[in-house]
């Protein structure tokens, strides 16, 4: 079965860079996009973008742009976030999630990955 | 982009029908999908195309579109169906939006 196996709950600093793994498997992982959704502490659901695991080709939100990076390594199935110059605001739990076919939603969930921004 | 708009909260008691609504102008061209988070955990598709069930769902969930508002029903609830349910829908440019988040509370 599909599993989403993400990097466990990071502590930073202002201004640090963090970059959070997503593992993919149970399925073909270039044949599915992957996206990525922030939560921030009890808050909703808030899309970050997806990236196409075929091409590697990234699209980002509005409000993604910038600081965020989405990668990938292929050859061991794995999507990767990274946030550079972190600020208390990006504190928040941080989810990869497979895109279900050719329309946007979501059919399989990482477990999430809490990133926490403080001095 | 656009909004989904859901109702903060909504309680029902054991056995009794919850509704759930989600509205949007996109509605009556996208499709919505709606998934269930409880505590401390990632969040489940519950229905997707407005009104399939992945499976593994239990039958009691059910969703169905009208315009611009979909409605996800939940007959018979349970207590183990209290949890935050979000509407989701995406825009022809394939931006992905939410709605706020309802948190469903079985009295």
């Known amino acids: 079965q599909v599993h989403l196996v993400q990097s466990g709950s990071d502590l930073k600093k202002p201004g640090a860079s963090v970059k959070v793994s997503c593992k993919a498997s149970?399925?073909?992982?270039?044949?599915?996009?992957m996206v990525w959704v922030r939560q921030a502490p009890g808050q909703g659901l808030e899309w970050m973008g997806w990236?196409?695991?075929?091409?590697?080709?990234?699209t980002y939100a509005q409000g993604f742009t910038g600081r965020f990076v989405f990668s990938l390594d292929t050859s061991v199935s794995t999507a990767y976030l990274q946030i550079s110059s972190l600020k208390a605001e990006d504190t928040a739990v941080f989810y990869c999630?497979?895109?279900?076919?050719?329309?946007?939603?979501?059919?399989?969930w990482g477990q999430g990955t809490l990133v926490t921004v403080s001095s | 982009s656009y909004e989904l708009t859901q109702p903060p909260s909504v309680s029902v008691s054991p056995g009794q029908t919850a509704r759930i609504t989600c509205s949007g102008d996109a509605l009556s061209k996208q499709y919505a999908y709606w998934y269930q988070q409880k505590p401390g955990q990632a969040p489940v598709l519950m229905i997707y195309k407005d009104s399939e069930r992945p499976s593994g769902i239990p039958e009691r969930f059910s969703g169905s579109s009208s315009g611009t508002t979909v409605t996800l029903t939940i007959s018979g609830v349970q207590a183990e169906d209290e949890a935050d349910y979000y509407c989701?829908?995406?825009?022809?440019?394939?931006?992905?939006?939410f709605g706020g988040g309802t948190k469903l509370t079985v009295l």
């Open positions: 990236i196409n695991t075929n091409t590697g080709n990234p």
């Open positions: 999630a497979r895109v279900g076919g050719y329309e946007m939603f979501f059919d399989s």
């Open positions: 149970g399925y073909i992982f270039t044949h599915y996009a």
């Open positions: 989701q829908s995406a825009d022809s440019s394939g931006s992905v939006v």
